[in-house]
């Protein structure tokens, strides 16, 4: 193991080790602003997490453009509001401190970041950033996110900084317990329609369309989801999917919830005590509410 503190030439250092990697990395760092994209060259399927809220998009900390540059190269984008990590997992090289990804970090600021290989804390690293990957922007919310970038100001050789004044909540996580059977006859066309008016309004390429049958939906889009499928071999849970449209009946009586969910593949509730305790079993076993903190965990199992 070999670790040491960096306080010189810190972003020639993680740049070269983003270019020399051969590997996927995970970040997660709080602004990525102007030549983000030149100064973190990260590789396909890696994953990075920043703070694209409208606060920090609307005053210049993060900006889309960068964040779609590396979209367009195969790199998964996520939010996640308040984000103040600054957390670097380049191949098996740990960087942690100070630094943002910005122009300003590289050639004004006086920045520290301790770096290391020790496997222990590159693994806790990642099932950390892995925690905070709930939120996955696509082209299309990028591109709207871009329409609100505005340059940050420059006072005396600084940026100007808004009051982050952004207090919304994150979204709801659901859980929905379901059963493979077949679709209420006489509601056929109202399937249709959902099914078309969702696959507009996907926005993720790299995630799959799924949708379910309920009764007195009490879901908005936005909400997370997490469906626990009843089979015959057992429960399977999905990835947590992001809901994208609702379709009601005409007599209101139910309808169909459309999701956009993570194309990866589901699990088996019996094999997940190692990462799951007895609690986080039964809470998936019934229908409700959850906390965001109960996401996170979820999320990690897929890691």
């Known amino acids: 193991m070999k670790s040491s503190l960096l306080t010189q030439n810190i972003w020639h250092e993680i740049s070269l080790c983003a270019k020399k990697t051969k590997d996927k990395s ?5 602004y990525f602003s102007q030549g983000g994209a030149k100064m973190l060259p990260l590789k396909k399927g890696s994953k990075l997490v920043v703070d694209a809220s409208e606060s920090a998009v609307s005053s210049g900390m993060t900006s889309p453009q960068e964040l779609l540059e590396l979209y367009n190269k195969g790199v998964e984008i996520y939010s996640h509001r308040y984000l103040h990590a600054k957390i670097f997992v380049i191949g098996t090289k740990l960087f942690i401190g100070s630094a943002n990804v910005s122009y300003r970090s590289s050639n004004t600021l006086q920045e520290a970041v301790f770096t290391s290989s020790d496997r222990l804390l590159v693994k806790d690293s990642k099932q950390f ?15 709207k996110l871009k329409d ?37 006859k006489g509601y056929e066309e109202s399937l249709q329609k959902g099914r078309i008016t969702a696959k507009q309004k996907k926005k993720g390429k790299r ?15 936005g909400d997370w989801v997490l469906q626990v499928t009843q089979e015959n071999n057992g429960k399977f849970i999905s990835p947590i999917g992001v809901v994208i449209h609702i379709q009601k009946w005409p007599d209101n009586k139910g309808g169909y919830v459309f999701l956009e969910i993570p ?7 019996n094999q997940l005590e190692k990462k799951l305790n007895d609690k986080d079993i039964q809470l ?20």
């Open 207 to 221: 995630h799959l369309q799924d949708e379910f049958e309920w009764n007195k939906i009490s879901l908005k889009a």
């Open 129 to 143: 950033i892995t925690s905070l990957c709930t939120k996955e922007l696509g082209e299309k919310e990028l591109l």
């Open 263 to 269: 194309n990866k593949r589901r699990k088996n509730i």
């Open 284 to 303: 998936l076993k019934r229908n409700g509410k959850r906390a965001s903190a109960f996401a996170k965990k979820i999320n990690l199992i897929w890691e």
């Open 26 to 30: 995970l970040v997660a760092v709080a």
């Open 148 to 184: 609100k970038y505005k340059a940050p100001k420059i006072t005396n050789g600084q940026k100007s900084k808004k009051a982050r004044s952004d207090t919304s909540n994150y979204p709801s996580l659901h859980v929905f317990n379901l059963t493979r059977e077949r679709y209420t």
